[in-house]
């Protein structure tokens, strides 16, 4: 392995989310509050803005995500550092909950079927798998994280991280993303809930076919992909949309909006 470090420390607490345990705790269970009993699912899509805009959303996936041994949380390369798939080499991953177990089992089967190196780089400073760990904190007691941040958009290589996520025992996925970018909430609202169809239809060629003729700004468009790949895989034939909200609820600015949704499939 390269550039491991052994344990991931935060690198966004204190700025997308409190830096005291307390606070943190604290905001997320008020996320939890008053939410509706969903059917369990193992394979959902997060937001991963500032919990102050998309907390409320996550909460959404992560109230009906199933317990797991192990979680893979995918998300999208913002900063352009690391490999095509970056699957994360530390030992431990850190928020102000508590450490986190990398699944060091787990993690060797998907870089030898990829034929791949575990790397850190494109892990240091990317929020977009960090933000998620919490909520699994609050929900679950013991369990392990199989962290991967994905640049390539390459549909032949998503299919195969998908597949191979589909192969592999025990494994719960979390595809970490927002959706529509910097819009007036109209527009962005009418774009995401027409790719939230296909998703929620497992039609990952006319989600991908939408994304790049629409020109949709989905940040973790990758990780979608590999996760719908994973769900067709294992015989999971729909999506469920749990909640869908804009950054406009928070910061009441309706002409640059970020949209979020909350997915789950069965």
Known sequence: MSNSLPVRTESVAG?????????????????????????????????????????????????????????????????????????????????????????????????????????DIAHVQEHSIEVQIPFLQHQFKEFKILPITIMTQNMGELKQLGGTLAELKGISIVASSDFTHFEPVESAREKDLAAIEKVKKLDLEGFHKMVMERKLSICGHAPIAALMQCCREKGIRQGKLFKYDSSATASHDEMNVVGYAAIGFY
């Open 15 to 119: 700025s997308f989310y409190p830096k005291e345990k307390k606070a943190l705790a604290e905001q997320i269970k008020g996320f939890f509050k008053g939410l509706p009993k969903e059917k369990k699912t193992s394979y959902v899509i997060a937001p991963h803005a500032g919990y102050i805009y998309s907390g409320k959303v996550a909460a959404h996936s992560f109230n009906a995500l199933q317990e797991s041994k192990c979680f893979a949380i995918l998300s999208p390369n913002h900063t352009g550092m690391g490999e095509r798939i970056s699957v994360s080499a530390a030992d431990e991953w850190q928020t102000p909950l508590g450490k986190i177990p990398v699944d060091k089992k787990a993690r060797e089967k998907l870089l030898a079927a990829l034929g791949i190196e575990a790397d």
